[in-house]
C-alpha cells in the first residue's frame, strides 16, 4: 500500500517539526525500509539545534563510524546562544510580568510601547528578544517554553510579519503539544489574518500551507471533523485545494464519511449534506488525484457499483489504518461506510435479500440482520420498510412524491449536470498533447 502513502507529498507543506511525527508513523507501518525512514528523520535532524537527536539517529544509519566533530561544536553553539538568547528575553519578561504593569497595560499596543519605554526603558529591540528566544527554543525541541516567548511577543509587537510568523509558530508549538483546543483557536486567528492579505497569490500560498496543517488539529479536536467540512467546503479553501492540493481530498472526503453519523441537528446544512458536495468535487477532480477513500464515494454516488464500493472500500480501510491523521478513526469510517451502502442499497431496491446486503457488506447472516434493523430505526424507514424473517428479505414500500417536490428533486442536479457537461466538451474541445511534450 505504499502507492497510497502521501507522506512524501504532505512533507514539503510543513515544519520540519510537524514532519518527525509522520515519519515515526512510517516506521510503525513498515511500508518504507526502516534505514530509509532513518535517513529522512536525520536529514531533517540536522536542520535543527535538536544535537543529540541528530547523533542518535547518525549513530543508527552508521553505527561503525564516528560522530562527526561537527556535531560537538553545534552543541556548543546552541547552548552559548541559549544562554545569550535567554539573558536578553529575561529582561523583558522581569517587566511584564510584574504586576502593575500588567494591571497598566491595555489593548492599545501603541500606548503599551509608549508606556514600557517611559517608565522601564524598554524598546523595540528587546521586544523582540522574545521572538528570537521563542523561535530558538523552538528549534531546541522546547514547545511549551516557545509557545510562551511567542505568545509574549505577539501581545506586545505591532510588526505585522513577525506577529504572523509568531502566529505559525505559537500554532506548530500547540500542535506538538496536544493543546488541540489552543491551536483551533490560532488555526482561526491565522485564518483571519490570511484572509486580510492583498495579493491573492499570497493568499494561496498560505491557504496551501494552512490547509496540511490543520488536519493535525481537525482530526485530533472533538469537533474537528465536522469543523474540517465547514472549512474545506467553502468557495476560497475549496479552490486552493483543486488549484494547489488535490490530495487533501481523502481527508475531506474521509471528514464525510466520519460525519454521517456525528452531525446532529445543531450541525449547518453544509455538514449534513457534505457527502453530496464532496462527491461533486470528486467526480470533478478524478484526473487530477484519485485513491480507494474517493473512489469508494464515486462508485457508491455516481456509478452505483455497489461491488465496485465494496472493492474500493477493502482497500479504503487498508489506505487509512496506514495514514498518519486517519489510522485512528479505521472503524469508525468503515462503520459509517456500511451506513452508507445500506442506505444507498435500500433507496434503489424495494425488495432486498438480506443474506444478499450482509454479503455486501462483509458480515455475516446474523450480524447483517442486527445492522439492518439499526439502520431502519436510525434512517426512520419503520414506516415504508417490512422485514420478512420467513423469506429472509426487506420489502420497502415508498409513497409517490409530490409533483412539486418530483420537480424540484430534478431540478437541484440540472446546475451540476450542466457544469460536468460544460467540462466534458471543453476537454473534448483541446487538441491532443503531442508525445514528446506529454513525456515533458
Not at 511500508?31 to 547523533?55: C, H, I, S
Not at 488536519?215 to 474537528?224: A, I, S, T
Not at 426487506?394 to 450542466?418: C, D, M, V, W
Amino acid at each position: 500500500m505504499a502507492e497510497y502513502d502521501l507522506t512524501n507529498t504532505i512533507v514539503p507543506y510543513l515544519d520540519r517539526h510537524l514532519a518527525f511525527p509522520l515519519l515515526t508513523h512510517l516506521v510503525e507501518t513498515g511500508l518504507f525500509p526502516p534505514e530509509d525512514v532513518a535517513a529522512a528523520q536525520y536529514e531533517l535532524a540536522k536542520g535543527t539545534n535538536m544535537v543529540d537527536y541528530a547523533v542518535s539517529l547518525f549513530q543508527q544509519l552508521h553505527p561503525d563510524e564516528e560522530v562527526p566533530a561537527e556535531f560537538a561544536q553545534k552543541r556548543e553553539n546552541a547552548v552559548s546562544t541559549n544562554e545569550r538568547l535567554q539573558q536578553e528575553a529575561q529582561a523583558v519578561l522581569d517587566v511584564i510580568e510584574n504586576p502593575e504593569v500588567a494591571q497598566a497595560l491595555r489593548q492599545d499596543k501603541m500606548q503599551n510601547l509608549q508606556y514600557l519605554k517611559e517608565h522601564y526603558n524598554v524598546t523595540l529591540e528587546q521586544i523582540r528578544a522574545l521572538y528570537n528566544f521563542g523561535q530558538f527554543q523552538y528549534t531546541y525541541g522546547n514547545y511549551s517554553g516557545a509557545a510562551d516567548y511567542l505568545y509574549h511577543f505577539r501581545v506586545l509587537s505591532t510588526d505585522t510579519d513577525l506577529n504572523t510568523s509568531a502566529s505559525w509558530g505559537k500554532l506548530a508549538c500547540d500542535i506538538l503539544t496536544g493543546k488541540w483546543d489552543v491551536a483551533l483557536e490560532e488555526l482561526n486567528t491565522l485564518r483571519e489574518s490570511i484572509d486580510a492579505r492583498p495579493s491573492e497569490l499570497l493568499q494561496l500560498h498560505s491557504r496551501t500551507w494552512l490547509l496540511h496543517w490543520s488536519l493535525f488539529v481537525y482530526f485530533n479536536h472533538p469537533q474537528g471533523r465536522s469543523l474540517l467540512l465547514e472549512i474545506f467546503l467553502s468557495p476560497n479553501y475549496l479552490n486552493t485545494i483543486q488549484t494547489s492540493c488535490p490530495w487533501v481530498l481523502r481527508y475531506l472526503a474521509a471528514a464525510a464519511v466520519l460525519s454521517r453519523k456525528t452531525s446532529g441537528q445543531s450541525s449547518s446544512g453544509r455538514v449534513r449534506h457534505a457527502i453530496k458536495e464532496v462527491v461533486k468535487v470528486i467526480q470533478m477532480e478524478e484526473y487530477q488525484y484519485q485513491d480507494p477513500v474517493t473512489k469508494f464515494l464515486k462508485e457508491l454516488y455516481v456509478e452505483f457499483d455497489f461491488e465496485a464500493a465494496q472493492r474500493e472500500l477493502g482497500l479504503a480501510e487498508k489506505v487509512i489504518g496506514d495514514d498518519f491523521f486517519l489510522n485512528e478513526f479505521r472503524e469508525d469510517f468503515l462503520d459509517n461506510a456500511r451506513y452508507l451502502i445500506s442506505e444507498a442499497y435500500c433507496r434503489i431496491h424495494h425488495r432486498i435479500d438480506i443474506g444478499d446486503l450482509s454479503e455486501r457488506l462483509n458480515l455475516s447472516r446474523d450480524e447483517g440482520e442486527k445492522w439492518i434493523v439499526n439502520l431502519i430505526r436510525e434512517t426512520r424507514m419503520g414506516a415504508d420498510a417490512r422485514i420478512d424473517l420467513e423469506k429472509n428479505v426487506i420489502e420497502i414500500n415508498r409513497h409517490p412524491l409530490p409533483i412539486y417536490q418530483s420537480i424540484i428533486e430534478k431540478t437541484r442536479g440540472l446546475a451540476f449536470r450542466t457544469q460536468a457537461l460544460g467540462v466534458a466538451m471543453a476537454r473534448a474541445a483541446q487538441p491532443p498533447v503531442p508525445v514528446v511534450e506529454e513525456a515533458r
